[in-house]
């Protein structure tokens, strides 16, 4: 159950080890980030009500451990859609990377290959592929306005080496943040950085929430279809929180869905992803793997989202905090210290196998803490 016997980038590193949780990761982090940087990622929409919620879920949730369990021989190993995965932990789709490190998509690409971690990302993965390394990647899009262009892209994604297709189903317009539009967030620092002047040039006009910043607003159902007609790999719906809208995911082809409120930066006031994830699987029924991301920061909040359903588990914001304390060992030195706390979680839970873990050793909690 120790650190695997290989020497990862991190294990060089000594200051990457100071930090032993993922929260000091994020302070860490947080003082060598410029300001608009770590509001951007730590930030969800408006109040914030939904990205407190998705912490605030895991309080909720108590953990009913089984004793007298021989746990010499546990493992996070798990099979999902075809690939064969080490931990249940996937590093979800973020975007702006930049606005931490230059080439950050390919930086945290690298950490997902040296910890042989499943990886979702629009970007930041061709040269590891051209090159033949072994890296498991799914590609994420929030979808296309036509058949074509939807067709196109899946069948690129498939030339490239991509295991699945992941569609960002809540994302149809750009949401209200209150910490980007009280910072004047140049969206186009996404993908150039923060200048180093950025605080004292002219400020760019605020967000507006009245219907702006259209991705996809006309994308339907029929989008999985013209999908799954133009590839053989994986369609992950991703961004579902109603039962009913699981059921339809899989009747409309998805191959899997990924519970999901955007990390609080969509709709404020939508429902924490571990609230929502018991009533999603049970509208599955078993047909498709139920994923889950939001609010992880701990291997017992793994451990909590497979006991409640879940699969596997998508982590966003974790290993940026890793990228923006110390680059890509820090990316690493996070997947790794996630893995080990849900190996250990998973043995005093008295479960050796990710497939032992369900209902039966969870409680929901009416008060908590």
Avoid at 335 to 355: C, F, H, I, N, P
């Amino acid at each position: 159950m120790g650190l695997v016997a290989s020497s990862p980038l991190w294990a060089q590193n000594d200051d990457v080890m100071g930090p032993v949780n993922i929260h000091e990761f994020e302070e860490a982090a947080k003082r060598k980030m410029h300001r608009l940087a770590y509001d951007f990622i730590a930030g969800g929409v408006e109040d914030e009500y939904t990205l407190r919620a998705n912490r605030e879920a895991f309080g909720r949730v108590a953990i009913l451990p089984r004793v007298m369990v021989d746990t010499t021989d546990v493992s996070t190993e798990i099979e999902l859609l075809g690939l064969k995965l080490k931990s249940p932990i996937i590093i979800a789709p973020t975007g702006g990377k930049n606005l931490v490190l230059q080439n950050a998509d390919e930086i945290v690409a690298q950490g997902a290959l040296a910890r042989d971690t499943l990886i979702c990302s629009a970007t930041g993965v061709n040269k590891l592929l051209q090159d033949g390394k072994p890296l498991k990647w799914w590609s994420n899009t929030t979808g296309h306005s036509n058949k074509s262009q939807a067709v196109n892209y899946a069948k690129r994604v498939e030339d490239s080496g991509g295991k699945g297709i992941v569609v960002t189903v809540d994302n149809a317009y750009q949401s209200n943040r209150d910490r980007n539009n009280r910072n004047r967030f140049d969206y186009g620092y996404m993908q150039s950085g923060v200048p180093k002047d950025a605080e004292t040039r002219k400020p760019v006009n605020p967000a507006r929430a009245a219907m702006w910043g259209p991705h996809t607003p006309n994308m339907t159902w029929d989008y999985i279809g013209w999908l799954k007609g133009a590839t053989n790999i994986p369609i992950i719906a991703k961004g579902i929180l109603h039962p009913e809208d699981a059921a339809l995911a899989v009747k409309n082809g998805a191959d899997a869905i990924s519970v999901s409120n955007h990390g609080g930066r969509q709709l404020d006031g939508a429902m924490g992803s571990l609230d929502a994830l018991p009533d999603v699987v049970d509208a599955v029924g078993g047909k498709v793997p139920v994923l889950m991301d939001g609010g992880i920061r701990r291997g017992g909040d793994v451990l909590k989202a497979l006991a409640c359903g879940a699969r596997a588990v998508l982590v966003g914001r974790a290993p940026l905090w890793g990228l923006g304390a110390f680059g890509q060992p820090g990316v690493e030195r996070v997947l790794q210290l996630l893995t080990d706390e849900t190996r250990l979680a998973m043995a005093l839970a008295g479960k050796r196998r990710v497939s032992e873990i369900d209902r039966t050793i969870v409680r929901r909690m009416t008060q908590w803490r």
